[in-house]
C-alpha cells in the first residue's frame, strides 16, 4: 500500500528555518517525480517544487533560492529545506508523487509568524 | 506560465441532481489535465487525469472531458460525500505545474 506521510512542520518567526520530512512506503521515491505543494488557510493549492529523474528540480518563483527539495534512497524519504521563511509562506504542506499527483500525504502545518 | 481559470466559483446542487464544473487553460494544454476533489480537513484526492480517465476507485458518476483550453467536470447525480471543492491542474507544460482557484460544490 502507497503511504505519504509528512512532518516537520510548525511555528517558526520570520527569516527561520525549517526542514520538512516525507516518509513513503510501498513504493521508491527515487523511481517517480515527487513534489511539494503548498496550501496558505483558507485558499487554494500552489505547487512548490518538483524532484524528478537524475534529481533534476524546479521551484515556484515564490520560493527559488530559498527553498531547497531532495531526497535519499536510504529512508525512502523526501525532504523540504525551507529557509528565510516568510509569512506568507504560512500553509499546509503536502507531498504528492508523481507528474499526476495519484498519491497525497496528509500534510504538515507551517506557521510563520512573530 | 498557464493560468487555470475554473468557474462558478460556487456551484449549489441538490443531492441527486447533475454537477457540471468547468475549466478553462489560458493556452493549449493538449489532454493533460486532471482533476482533484478536497473535502474539509483533508488532501486532495487524485479524480480524473488525461483529461477523462478516472483513477484508481473512483466512481463511475464522476467523468471529465474536453482538450485543448476547455474542459469539464461532471457529476451525474451528487451523492451527500462529492460536497467538497474541486480543483483541476495542468501538468502539459511545466514548471509551474498550476492549478486551477478552485469550485466549491455545496449542497442547495
Known amino acids: 500500500e502507497v503511504q505519504l506521510v509528512e512532518s516537520g512542520g510548525g511555528l517558526v518567526q520570520p527569516g527561520g528555518s525549517l526542514r520538512l520530512s516525507c516518509a513513503a512506503s510501498g513504493f521508491s521515491v527515487s523511481s517517480y517525480y515527487m513534489n511539494w505543494v503548498r496550501q496558505a488557510p483558507g485558499k487554494g493549492l500552489e505547487w512548490v517544487s518538483v524532484?524528478?529523474?537524475?534529481?533534476?528540480?524546479y521551484y515556484a518563483d515564490s520560493v527559488k533560492g530559498r527553498f531547497t527539495i531532495s531526497r535519499h534512497n536510504s529512508n525512502n524519504t523526501l525532504y523540504l529545506q525551507m529557509n528565510s521563511l516568510r509569512p506568507e509562506d504560512t500553509a499546509m504542506y503536502y507531498c504528492?508523487?508523481?507528474?499526476?499527483?495519484?498519491?497525497w500525504g496528509q500534510g504538515t502545518l507551517v506557521t510563520v509568524s512573530s | 506560465e498557464i493560468v487555470m481559470t475554473q468557474s462558478p466559483a460556487t456551484l449549489s446542487v441538490s443531492p441527486g441532481e447533475r454537477a457540471t464544473l468547468s475549466c478553462r487553460a489560458s493556452q493549449s494544454v493538449s489532454t493533460n489535465l486532471a482533476w482533484y476533489q478536497q473535502k474539509p480537513g483533508q488532501a486532495p484526492r487524485l479524480l480524473i487525469y488525461?483529461?477523462?480517465t478516472r483513477a484508481t476507485g473512483i466512481p463511475a458518476r464522476f467523468s471529465g472531458s474536453g482538450s485543448g483550453t476547455e474542459f469539464t467536470l461532471t457529476i451525474s447525480s451528487l451523492q451527500s460525500e462529492d460536497f467538497a471543492v474541486y480543483y483541476c491542474?495542468?501538468?502539459?507544460?511545466?514548471?509551474?505545474?498550476?492549478f486551477g482557484q478552485g469550485t466549491r460544490v455545496e449542497i442547495k
Open positions: 504528492a508523487r508523481g507528474e499526476i499527483y495519484d498519491y
Open positions: 524532484i524528478y529523474s537524475a534529481d533534476s528540480t
Open positions: 491542474q495542468q501538468y502539459n507544460k511545466w514548471p509551474p505545474f498550476t
Open positions: 488525461y483529461a477523462s
